[in-house]
């Protein structure tokens, strides 16, 4: 099993030093909005590319931390018949154990 990630993690806006009031307003208002989004769990995630054998896998996730939760978002399964499972947790600060019936590519967004 083979797997490659790709990190996207929002910042927390930054802020420019100004005397104008309306930039000032502009910067506070953005920050107000943005700022949270970037908190949501799912948002602070990444992409994990993964080519499954059948029976059980452990795909590193590269996030550093425990992952909160993962959602199929492709997969090339040829012959029509993958299932795919979460089959425990031996290592959740590094890996998603996961069980399929055939081998099959499956790329995740793991949060």
Request: charged share 20%.
């Amino acid at each position: 099993m083979a797997a490659s990630t790709a990190a996207v993690t929002p910042k927390k806006t930054g802020r420019i030093v100004s005397d104008d009031r309306v930039l000032n307003m502009i910067q506070d208002n953005v920050t107000a909005v943005l700022d949270p989004l970037a908190s949501v769990p799912i948002v602070n995630g990444q992409v994990v590319t993964a080519s499954l054998v059948a029976g059980d896998n452990k795909v590193p996730h590269g996030l550093g931390r425990r992952w909160i939760g993962w959602m199929v978002i492709d997969y090339d399964d040829a012959t029509g018949a993958a299932t795919l499972k979460r089959d425990g947790d031996p290592s959740p600060t590094k890996v998603i154990q996961l069980y399929t019936t055939v081998p099959f590519t499956v790329k995740l967004w793991v949060f």
